[in-house]
Nanobody, 119 residues
Framework: QVQLVESGGGLVQAGESLRLSCAAS????????WGWYRQAPGKQRELVAG???????NYVDSVKGRFTISRDNAKNTVYLQMNNLKPEDAAVYYC?????????????WGQGTQVTVSS
């Protein structure tokens, strides 16, 4: 089992920044890829940003140039730096991780952290 703990959400004004963190813990696992998702009320959960084991990143078009995903392999942690936040970025943000435990691949979700952006 792998546990994910998210932090960093909150209430900000449009144009401000937030940094989300998600740390993984558990026994005998190796992390492959990370992702940050978000879900706004009445909308489907969407992938915001992803980062592979090799460090390749991808972003949804609406956040390109404003959000940056990064990972600290030594700390089993992923970050999402969110700059120039807009009201439409408001959502619950979830981290997701793909891990290997032995030869098997598993996916785990964080508990979610609320991001609120006032205009």
């Amino acid at each position: 089992q792998v546990q994910l703990v998210e932090s960093g959400g909150g209430l900000v004004q449009a144009g401000e920044s937030l940094r989300l963190s998600c740390a993984a813990s558990g026994r005998a696992f190796s992390i492959d890829a990370w992702g940050w998702y978000r879900q706004a009320p009445g909308k489907q959960r969407e992938l915001v940003a992803g980062i592979t084991s090799g460090g390749s990143t991808n972003y949804v078009d609406s956040v390109k140039g404003r959000f940056t995903i990064s990972r600290d392999n030594a700390k089993n942690t992923v970050y999402l730096q969110m700059n120039n936040l807009k009201p439409e970025d408001a959502a619950v943000y979830y981290c997701y991780v793909d891990v290997y435990i032995g030869a098997l691949r598993y996916g785990y979700w964080g508990q979610g952290t609320q991001v609120t952006v006032s205009s």
